[in-house]
Structures are given as C-alpha cells and as structure tokens.
C-alpha cells in the first residue's frame, strides 16, 4: 500500500449535471433505502436493489471507466446490505460484520490495484510531518463539542436503546471494542475508498455530497436514527474535508476516535447514569 503517499486527484471530469451523476445519485438513493428508510420499514428494504441495479446501467452504457468504480461501490454496499449492521454486540455478530466489513476496504484495494492498476484507493500516512497547531486545536474543539452535544441527543431522544443494555463488564468491553473498530472502518471505507472513488470523477463537493448520503444511511442503520443526521451529516462532510485537507488517514482516524470515545462514554451513561456522572444537563 502506497502509505506514505498524498492523495492526488486530477481535475475533475464530470459535471453534476450528467449522467454518471444522475448514476451516482442513484447508488446514494439506494443506500438511502437499503439502510435507512429499509431498516425503519423493512418491507421496502429489498426496492433498494432497484435504483443500485439502474444506476450501474446507466454507467455502463454512459461510461466504462466510471462504471467499474462505480461497480466496485455498488459491490461493497449489496454485501454489507446482506448482513444487519445495528448494534450488536453479540460475538457472532461481531465475527460476521468483522469477515463483511474487512471485505469491502480489502476487495476494492485488490480489484482496484492489481486488476484495474489504479491507486486512487489509498491510506497515507504523512509521516515525517507533525501535526500543526491548528490541527491539534481542532482535536479539542471535536472533544468538547461531543461532550456537550452527544448526551443531549442520546439521551432526550431515547436512541441509546438503539445500543444494548450492558449489563455486565463483557458487554461494556465489547462496546467499546465495537465502537471503535466500527470507527475505524468508517474512514477506511467511506472516505479512503468510497470518497475516493468519486473523487477520481468530480468534484470535491459533489463527491463529498454523495459518499455522505451513503455515510448517514449507513449510521442510521447502526443507531443513529431521530434526529441524527443533524449531527451525522455534518460530520460526515467534514471528514472528507480534513482527510482532504490534511492527507493523514491517523489524524482524519483520531477525529474519528475521539467522537466515538464520546459516544461510547454517553451510552454507557445513558444505560448507568451513576457509574458515568461526566455530563451535565441530561
């Protein structure tokens, strides 16, 4: 793996306006039913498979290039939509979306590096450069805005219960595991491989547009449901922006960690409000 590489991206190509976009937004509504609205009404999960079929037509009538990325998106989605992704933290369970969810950054590394000989997939490091000031100011500014803003959604909108109840060490541990590989993969997936895959065809915004939707549907899925994409959605498009910004997959993964260290801590909270007394106005 190109590791220590920067993320280079040539112009982009495609317009919004075109049908490898209209392709692209497809794939995003199919995501958004076969995670979202699928998990809220099952019995509309399995119409997610329509738009996904639909927009690898158009793309491989459109534009072939495009298309096998495209596919190797699509790919990835119809595999974790096989599995259930909410939480639970059983060991089965945690076995299974471990196979499906290694699968979908490992397959499109492969497929892309040695049968399609393209590096756009790729997980730098930028080693050799500490990280600046600003940078460290903002790992802060992610930990207080979660302290004070993830109890209040967990908690006054009950999606806590969307998490097991965690009645004894074991499962705590295992939340805690789970949350953080989980968190992991997110950047793994959605931004180093997702992202990027678009990226390679449009532009920055409208790529981040897409593998957002994708993102969110996948949260809602994992738990993050009520009014969630209000947190969710920014967050999302501010990843993209800072492993953008930033090419370091560590620095763009702490980000990441840090949130969900929160969201650990507030779950757990909300199950055992006495064991964890760190938030203040829940």
Known sequence: MDTDRAVTIGAPQLKPLSWEAAAAALLAVSAVVLFGVGTTFPQVRAFGYAPMLAALIIAWSVN???ARDLSI??????????????ADISWSNIARMGVVLSAVVIGPWVVSRYVFDDKTIQFPLRRGQPWSRLEWAWLVFVVVVAWAV?????MRTGVYLNWPPLTNWSEIIRLF??????GIWDELFFICTVFALLRKHFSFWTANVFTTIIFVSF???LGYRSIGPLLTIPF???????F?????????????LLFDALVFLTIVHAH???ALPIFIGV
């Open 272 to 274: 055992h409000p006495d």
């Open 150 to 154: 993830l109890p209040q959604y967990f």
């Open 219 to 221: 949260l809602w899925e």
């Open 64 to 66: 072939r290039r495009f």
């Open 73 to 86: 998106i699509a790919a990835c989605l119809a595999l974790i939509s096989a599995i259930s992704v909410e």
């Open 236 to 242: 999302a498009l501010v990843q993209a922006f800072i």
């Open 244 to 256: 953008t910004r930033t090419k370091s997959l560590p620095y763009t993964v702490t980000v990441h």
């Open 177 to 182: 595991f789970g949350v953080n590989a989980v």
